[in-house]
């Protein structure tokens, strides 16, 4: 009796235009083999986890806050810290992580606590630099809200100063960025910095 042939099925290979593909070509280029059982599928993992870490380029803000703005009248400032973040560097495509402070002074309307968090997730899943991160944040709420004024503290480390040159482990970074009051006022923008130092686990 003929033994049968036992098939070892592949999987299909990425579209020559796909991220996947071109991950292939990258780890070969390492000298790795992307046949080999341990990464025969990481080109596609390795588009699946990128297509997600970027997911800011296809959101906009305006869609994020879209229904969660309110009439209100209330014009202390309003603060959401210690909102934990993940981006990639654009220079090296390593991790940089940390904790986003935000405040804002209304001004006739506030926006729903949880947006806040949403929309520091639409600016850090894109590839950035820490301080254009801030930027980007702070002008996003001015523009949405119209307030007062608007507060952004950002503090992260970053891997391609953690594993590559430098390589400093517990060095960590602050960016600011400082609209309206909070920029005009120095009693406004201390009075934010003291409350986010408040129980804050600081990096």
Same mark, same amino acid.
């Given at each position: 009796? %003929?033994? /049968?042939?036992?098939? /070892?099925?592949?999987?299909?290979?990425?579209?020559? +235009? &796909?991220?996947?593909?071109?991950?292939?070509?990258?780890?070969?280029?390492?000298?790795?083999?992307?046949?080999?059982?341990? @990464?025969?599928? +990481?080109?596609?993992?390795?588009? %699946? !986890?990128?297509?997600?870490? +970027? &997911?800011?380029?296809?959101?906009?803000?305006?869609?994020?806050?879209?229904?969660?703005?309110?009439?209100?009248?209330?014009?202390?400032?309003?603060?959401? /810290?210690?909102?934990?973040?993940?981006?990639?560097?654009?220079?090296?495509?390593?991790?940089?992580?940390?904790?986003?402070?935000? !405040?804002?002074?209304? %001004?006739?309307?506030?926006?729903?606590? &949880?947006?806040?968090?949403?929309?520091?997730?639409?600016?850090?899943?894109? @590839?950035?630099?820490?301080?254009?991160? +801030?930027?980007?944040?702070?002008? &996003?709420?001015?523009?949405? @809200?119209?307030?007062? $004024?608007? $507060?952004?503290?950002?503090?992260?480390?970053?891997?391609?100063?953690?594993?590559?040159?430098?390589?400093?482990?517990?060095?960590? !970074?602050?960016?600011?960025?400082?609209?309206? !009051?909070?920029?005009?006022?120095?009693?406004?923008?201390?009075?934010?910095?003291?409350?986010?130092?408040?129980?804050?686990?600081?990096?």
């Amino acid at each position: 009796m %003929k033994s /049968k042939a036992v098939v /070892k099925v592949m999987p299909p290979r990425p579209s020559e +235009t &796909s991220v996947a593909s071109l991950m292939e070509q990258v780890l070969r280029l390492l000298g790795e083999n992307p046949g080999r059982e341990g @990464l025969v599928r +990481t080109p596609e993992r390795v588009e %699946k !986890a990128l297509r997600y870490l +970027t &997911s800011g380029y296809q959101k906009d803000v305006r869609h994020v806050v879209n229904g969660a703005m309110f009439a209100v009248k209330y014009d202390e400032m309003v603060i959401v /810290k210690d909102i934990e973040f993940f981006s990639l560097c654009e220079h090296h495509l390593l991790p940089f992580f940390g904790k986003i402070h935000v !405040a804002y002074l209304p %001004k006739q309307k506030v926006v729903g606590l &949880s947006k806040i968090p949403r929309i520091v997730d639409v600016f850090a899943r894109r @590839l950035q630099l820490q301080e254009r991160l +801030t930027q980007e944040i702070a002008q &996003s709420l001015q523009d949405a @809200l119209d307030p007062l $004024g608007v $507060g952004v503290v950002c503090e992260a480390r970053h891997f391609c100063m953690m594993m590559r040159g430098v390589e400093k482990q517990h060095s960590g !970074a602050i960016t600011s960025a400082m609209l309206g !009051a909070f920029r005009a006022r120095k009693k406004t923008r201390d009075e934010f910095l003291s409350l986010i130092r408040q129980n804050s686990n600081v990096l």
